[in-house]
């Protein structure tokens, strides 16, 4: 596809289940970003990768969240024991290089825990 | 640690109308500046692109600026239309390359 791909669109999981997030970036974009949005909030970063070098994880929140990402094509991050706050649209994008080009963002997954 | 401020965090005009909004941030060390526009519900989509070497960037009715001495951008919309509600953020990339963002402009444009 042209564009940045998330699945699922949305998600609704029980507290206390794992769940798993794709991303899937614009080919060819070696960097690849994960944001979390609160419901009436800002962007939360979480997590980059850039191609083969490793990941800056400075913004993960916990260690129930983890993030991997294979060579330069789709990235997953999965939610360990999901509780309550973790409700949010996580977002992702991905941009050509790591500084001066373009970021492209996806239509985000909407994450309910109940 | 940089932060970007937007402001106003609300704006609410007439049909037609143009306007700007204001971004600012506190290091001027940075590679670019992108502005975005979110849609209830929606991801992000990106409006325009200004590397940290240029002044502005023009896409259609939309002109960014960007004085780094200052740590300011703007970003105009001439002849607002009702399509232009939505809520408009700005987002640095500098050291360490993550993208920081301000809280957003909600805009609502009136017919």
């Known amino acids: 596809g042209a564009g940045v791909s998330q699945s699922p669109s949305n998600k609704v999981t029980e507290k206390g289940k794992d769940v798993e997030l794709r991303c899937d970036p614009i080919?060819?974009?070696?960097?690849l970003y994960w944001y979390r949005q609160r419901l009436g909030q800002g962007l939360e970063f979480l997590i980059y990768f850039q191609g083969n070098s490793a990941p800056d994880k400075s913004g993960l929140p916990s260690d129930r969240f983890s993030a991997e990402r294979t060579g330069e094509s789709v990235s997953t991050l999965t939610i360990q024991r999901t509780q309550q706050e973790d409700s949010a649209v996580y977002l992702c994008?991905?941009?050509?290089?790591?500084?001066?080009?373009?970021?492209?963002f996806g239509q985000g997954t909407r994450l309910t825990v109940v | 640690k940089q932060e970007v401020t937007q402001i106003p965090a609300a704006l609410s005009v007439p049909e037609g109308e143009n306007l700007v909004l204001n971004c600012s941030f506190t290091d001027s060390a940075i590679y670019n500046l992108q502005w975005f526009r979110q849609d209830p519900g929606k991801g992000l989509t990106s409006l325009l692109l200004?590397?940290?070497?240029?002044r502005e960037q023009t896409s259609g009715r939309l002109n960014a600026s960007l004085d780094k001495s200052s740590g300011r951008s703007t970003l105009y919309i001439a002849a607002s239309q009702p399509g232009d509600s939505a809520t408009y953020l700005c987002a640095l990339r500098a050291s360490g390359s993550r993208l920081t963002f301000g809280e957003g402009t909600q805009l609502t444009v009136n017919p």
């Open positions: 080919s060819g974009h070696t960097a």
């Open positions: 200004i590397q940290s070497s240029q």
């Open positions: 994008a991905s941009s050509r290089g790591p500084r001066t080009t373009e970021a492209f």
